[in-house]
């Protein structure tokens, strides 16, 4: 047989209509086989679709041993004619002519051989893990949904910045940064006081990879105007939580002239956006997703889509929570930064809604965040979501000189010069959010753990592939 192009699977499932009663050829992974001495069935994915193509091998065409080799995992190329499915459960099928079979999968060593592995199985044979229905449906999300923030920003007349990866600044001035470095380990260069001599090391400085790429994002905004950046991002903490990885995506909108609510409409406009669009555009694969993980995942979005969020000063927050009777595992006081407990009561039990808090404790909230006129709060805004707890955490900056200075004097960090000259030269009134990237596909995929939207994770003690 002559190895001609595939037509993909979702194009005859989407509309068979103009190959019904043809020949077309397709190409994929075996998922499953049976049938009789008749017949044979084979389901047939090729990725383009969770639902497999059925095809049909009438055992007076195909020998046994024509089709000994078409077991789970093998991939073949099938040429046959589209024709309407006697059985329930497709409405279309093939009605096989011609097999060619690329690569066989032993039966004894093929690890995805049965439907319904755990998804902590699966997460340990994650190189194999995007070949079943669940994780191919979940990395047709992810793509749909990175697709959709780039025009949504695109259509708004956003550009799109690249940040640093390895950076010589810290954002947060917290910790929580793997470092860069060329340096040997077990023989490190040290200076008269009998530190490290980073003057030896590969950039001359210490260097690492970047937490966010919002301090650079400014100085972007603060010439183009309105930019988002959309790239990983790497933190070292230690937190072993559903929630969190060692290496995700974060996408950084930064907005020069956009005061505290203009941020907040940004904010709800893009996640609605995102999620309307994923809804649109990944219709079985949501609805496989629901159908096996998450009964309640297509009322959720449409909810959340649909509704307006509740926007909250964090003080009142406080004293909704204080007020709740609720017994929760960490203490709630007006300074507290919120638990993951606290953030989903607010959303999934006092509001039943996404709620946007706001104007946080300055001591909870980073130092260039804008400062209240009561001096204790800043324009700090984070979206809470049901099921995730923080999806966004974004600001209004400080966009005064004198006073941002002043912050980073009393934290004090250092090298931050080049961040003060947005605000020595030319300063505006500017904000931006970061929202990551995995908990939005978590949220819109109804998966319960970060590690399964995301193709290979890392988090403390796994690094592997
Ligand atoms: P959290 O309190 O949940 O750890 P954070 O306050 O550290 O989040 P920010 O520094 O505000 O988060 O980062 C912006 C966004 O990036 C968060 O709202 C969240 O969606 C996402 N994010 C932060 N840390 C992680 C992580 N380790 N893994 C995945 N996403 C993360
Ligand atoms: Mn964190």
Redesign the pocket.
Known sequence: MQDIRRTMVARLMADPAPYLGKTVDVKGWVRSRRGNKYVQFVALNDGSSVKSLQIVFDLAKFSDDDLRLVTTGASIHVQGTLVESQGKGQSVEIQAEELQVYGTADPDTYPLQKKGHSLEFLREKAHLRPRTNFFSAVLRVRHALAFAVHKFFNDKGFYYFHTPLITASDC?GAGAQFQVTTLPLNDLPTDKEGKIDYSKDFFGKMASLTV?GQLEGELGATALGCIYTFGPTF?A?N?NTP????E?W?IEPEMAFYEIQDNMDLAEEFIKYCINYALEHCKDDIEFLAEHFDKELPERLKFVVENDFVRLPYTEGIRILEESGKKFEFPVYWGVDLASEHERYLVEEHFRKPVILTDYPKEIKAFYMKLNEDGKTVRAM?VLFPKI?????GSQREEDFEKLQGRINEMGLEGMEWYLDTRRFGSVPHSGF???F??LVLFVTGMQN?RDVIPFPRYPKNCEY
């Open positions: 947060e966010s933190r903490e937190s929630r969190h990885l060692s995700f974060m984070d707890g923080e999806i966004i955490g970061g929202l990551g995995e908990r970060i």
